[in-house]
């Protein structure tokens, strides 16, 4: 089972950017599914900032408004688009799954298959 995130790169202020999230050997509909990420020079931070299963979606306060998420379950794959981009958005993202139990899940443990991470850079 593999999760492959891609589509990071660099944005001005203001800007957009889509990322991907594509799963491998298992089905990503099943799961729940959270977007994490890590600002250069800090640890990766403790709580998704967007978590998702079927028919429900958490956001952080912190993206609420600017990011979304969507799904195509043809090609396994979950995208977030990320609109309104601040150079605080500049991290390394990683798209994790956890059990798909009815459950949003916010905690980092929870989440048991990690992508590799992509890097968002925000910057004029």
């Known amino acids: 089972v593999q999760l492959q995130a891609s589509g990071g790169g660099l944005a001005q202020p203001g800007g957009s950017l889509r990322l991907a999230c594509e799963a491998s050997?298992?089905?990503?509909?099943?799961?729940?599914i959270g977007w994490f990420r890590q600002a250069p020079g800090k640890e990766r931070e403790g709580a998704p900032i967007?978590?998702?299963?079927?028919?429900?979606?958490y956001y952080a306060d912190s993206v609420r408004g600017r990011f979304t998420i969507s799904r195509d379950n043809a090609k396994n794959t979950l995208y977030l688009q990320m609109n309104s981009l601040k150079p605080e958005d500049t991290a390394v993202y990683y798209c994790?799954?956890?059990?798909?139990?009815?459950?949003?899940?916010?905690?980092?443990?929870?989440?048991?298959?990690w992508g590799q991470g992509t890097q968002v850079t925000v910057s004029s």
């Open positions: 967007i978590s998702s299963d079927r028919g429900r979606t």
């Open positions: 994790a799954a956890a059990v798909g139990d009815g459950l949003l899940h916010l905690r980092t443990d929870e989440y048991d298959c």
């Open positions: 050997g298992f089905y990503l509909d099943n799961y729940v």
